[in-house]
């Protein structure tokens, strides 16, 4: 750091670096792409604005109710673990893969998710069963008893304070147990989780509850279960006894690993018609058997090879029911958007979104990206309207004022005054606009108008994500 920086600003653009992952993996795109993270993070007290709830679907069809936390948020958080990650690396097993240290940049989970998969692959070979079990509602079911119990086995009672006290205060906010989706509360769940793993009897590997046991016949593996249960007690926690399995190694191999994908995509190597024609097998294959891994492995490479395959795919599956994997087709999207074909499609596909749920919070910085045109512009400003989602509001704000809706954007801020529901937007667009900023907006106002007075553009929300 040089003799002139300022060191607030510095630790900022640090928590930009080590918090990398978790702006990828938004459950909703900011407005402003997190422009102001170095400034939000040194706001000492947290408000209401600082923790918005999204429902997002599950794999079964069901859906959760999951926070999102604003930088603010986020900086207190990563200032809370701090004490925790060199406590980390000494007590956690080898096997535990994934967020040793919480949120670390410039570290990308899915080389950690690799080693588990590697890990327990390895592991599975030197025996006949495969324990895979998880832990029911983990993140919403960790209590102070948990945290009790594991500061107790951690042994470093002044490391757990500062983890104690934040989330005393995102309790008082309406999250229950951990934030679920953040590096940092990872770390925090792998340290309670910690006590559990010293009382198994069977070698294990685990990503964060996801835990493999591997056993050398079923009734060692109906034990090591139990095992586990017992373990988990104390901490008040307990199995997800639906998602328990014992597999043999055959099936493991089948059903939890999955067909290897290193020789399929090899542009270096191979013709530009080759290796479309690989990655559109592989896209078929999991449109046929609804397989989300080969799903997300094709889509970001289909759209790295410009090839719109899946276009009509992913413009039919945005219109229907909500979709979990929404964030990696709209990435998707975003590769064609000036194409035609997507661009004539999108009245229809906001029209197809009954609700400000899912699909249309991650469509929404799509929109922001795509040419202009009355009918969209018409349907987003009787959206921003009639929404109940904080959330959406801002997002739809923000597009409507890329879009030059000066008209619409006035009108709605007119009709709200000071009780906008999201004080960073409606700074934002007002600062794009030239419009009148308010400071009582919100305590969001003062840290983003200070960064963009200091970048002079406001970045697109991102539409790029690893969710």
């Not at 990563?78 to 949120?103: I, K, M, N, S």
């Not at 090591?224 to 997800?240: I, M, Q, S, T, V």
């Not at 661009?343 to 229809?348: A, D, E, G, I, Q």
Request: net charge neutral.
């Amino acid at each position: 750091m040089s003799p002139n920086a300022n060191p607030p600003v510095a630790a900022g653009r640090r928590l930009q670096v080590d918090l990398e992952e978790d702006l990828a993996t938004r459950w909703v795109p900011d407005v402003v792409a997190d422009i102001d993270l170095p400034n939000q993070a040194q706001r000492p007290t947290l408000t209401p604005q600082d923790v918005r709830f999204v429902q997002v679907p599950k794999t079964r069809g069901e859906s959760r109710s999951v926070p999102q936390l604003s930088g603010a948020a986020l900086g207190q958080l990563h200032q809370a673990v701090e004490g925790l990650r060199e406590v980390g690396h000494r007590l956690l097993a080898p096997t535990v893969c994934g967020y040793r240290a919480g949120a670390e940049g410039p570290v990308h989970y899915s080389n950690e998710y690799r080693r588990f998969r590697m890990m327990s692959a390895g592991e599975a070979e030197s025996h006949a069963f495969v324990v895979m079990a998880d832990i029911a509602a983990f993140f919403d079911s960790v209590t102070p008893m948990a945290l009790d119990v594991a500061r107790r086995h951690v042994g470093d009672l002044a490391a757990w304070t500062p983890v104690t006290e934040l989330l005393k205060q995102t309790q008082k906010l309406g999250v229950s147990g951990l934030p679920a989706g953040y590096g940092d509360a990872r770390l925090i769940a792998n340290m309670i989780l910690a006590y559990a793993d010293s009382r198994l009897k069977v070698p294990f590997t685990r990503w964060v509850d996801d835990y493999r046991l591997f056993v050398d016949s079923k009734s060692e593996g109906w034990a090591a279960l139990e095992d586990l249960a017992k373990a988990l007690a104390p901490l008040g926690l307990r199995l997800n006894r639906g998602k328990s399995r014992i597999l043999t190694l055959d099936e493991f191999r089948r059903l939890a690993l999955g067909p290897s994908l290193d020789s399929v995509y090899h542009p270096q190597d191979e013709s530009p018609a080759a290796v479309r024609a690989n990655l559109r097998s592989v896209f078929l294959d999991s449109v046929a058997r609804k397989d989300r891994r080969l799903l997300r492995f094709s889509l970001p490479r289909l759209a790295k090879e410009q090839d719109d395959f899946a276009l009509s795919f992913v413009l039919e599956s945005l219109s229907q029911a909500p979709q979990i994997d929404a964030p990696r087709m709209v990435a998707y999207l975003s590769t064609f958007s000036e194409s035609p074909a997507l661009t004539s499609h999108l009245p229809s596909l906001i029209d197809a979104q009954v609700d400000d749920g899912w699909n249309f919070l991650r469509i929404v910085p799509l929109l922001a990206r795509t040419a202009s045109t009355p009918a969209v512009v018409d349907r987003l400003a009787q959206r921003l309207e009639g929404t109940r989602s904080a959330l959406q509001w801002g997002n739809l704000l923000r597009t409507l004022a890329i879009h030059d809706a000066t008209e619409a954007v006035k009108r709605e801020l007119g009709r709200l005054g000071s009780g906008v529901p999201d004080g960073r937007a409606a700074a934002v667009v007002a600062w794009e606009l030239q419009l009148p900023v308010r400071c009582d907006w919100g305590a969001g106002v003062a840290p983003v108008m200070d960064s963009l007075e200091e970048a002079q553009d406001a970045p697109l929300p991102r539409v790029d994500s690893l969710l």
